[in-house]
């Protein structure tokens, strides 16, 4: 007999806590690697393709932006929250600049047609540090997130490969 889609749900269910019973719930800082991709120089901690964490409804990185850079330019729907934890620089968001400094966040509204992105280091000597996260929209929205995922510009570091 062929199951109905309630058993089918329960399944999920009971798939899903077998998988977090094993999953982490600390993801140490020199476990991650860095990467070089078209928005910047990233750690992931948190990412939906990341599959043993114990929380994969949010997306979590840290990224370094080298002095006087910028990072990759980007159209996302918005709900973005960046920590600047060192250097100072400023991000356009949308064509309007915002100047930063370390210990200031930078938070992208939610907008119903998307916003375009960039942050830049002011710095010629020093890198940006920062983290941001945001809630895990691709996995519930789908990857355009109702609003459009585009990478419009590479960061200057990064080579196609």
């Given at each position: 007999?062929?199951?109905?889609?309630?058993?089918?749900?329960?399944?999920?269910?009971?798939?899903?806590?077998?998988?977090?019973?094993?999953?982490?719930?600390?993801?140490?800082?020199?476990?991650?690697?860095?990467?070089?991709?078209?928005?910047?120089?990233?750690?992931?901690?948190?990412?939906?393709?990341?599959?043993?964490?114990?929380?994969?409804?949010?997306?979590?990185?840290?990224?370094e932006i080298p002095?006087?850079?910028?990072?990759?330019?980007?159209?996302?729907?918005?709900?973005?929250?960046?920590?600047?934890?060192?250097?100072?620089?400023?991000?356009?968001?949308?064509?309007v600049k915002h100047?930063?400094?370390?210990?200031?966040?930078?938070?992208?509204?939610?907008?119903?047609?998307?916003?375009?992105?960039?942050?830049?280091?002011?710095?010629?000597?020093?890198?940006?540090?920062?983290?941001?996260?945001?809630?895990?929209?691709?996995?519930?929205?789908?990857?355009?997130?109702?609003?459009?995922?585009?990478?419009?510009?590479?960061?200057?570091?990064?080579?196609?490969?």
């Amino acid at each position: 007999m062929a199951k109905d889609l309630l058993e089918k749900l329960l399944e999920k269910r009971d798939a899903w806590r077998k998988k977090m019973e094993g999953a982490r719930s600390l993801i140490r800082f020199s476990d991650l690697k860095w990467e070089v991709n078209k928005h910047g120089k990233i750690k992931w901690y948190l990412h939906p393709d990341i599959e043993d964490i114990a929380s994969p409804a949010h997306l979590f990185f840290m990224q370094e932006i080298p002095p006087g850079s910028r990072s990759g330019k980007q159209k996302v729907q918005g709900g973005i929250v960046h920590h600047i934890l060192e250097g100072e620089g400023y991000t356009i968001v949308d064509g309007v600049k915002h100047d930063w400094e370390a210990g200031d966040v930078v938070a992208l509204p939610f907008l119903p047609d998307g916003l375009e992105y960039q942050h830049y280091n002011s710095n010629p000597e020093k890198p940006v540090m920062l983290v941001a996260a945001m809630p895990n929209f691709f996995d519930i929205f789908g990857v355009d997130m109702g609003s459009g995922f585009e990478q419009l510009e590479a960061c200057p570091e990064y080579q196609a490969g």
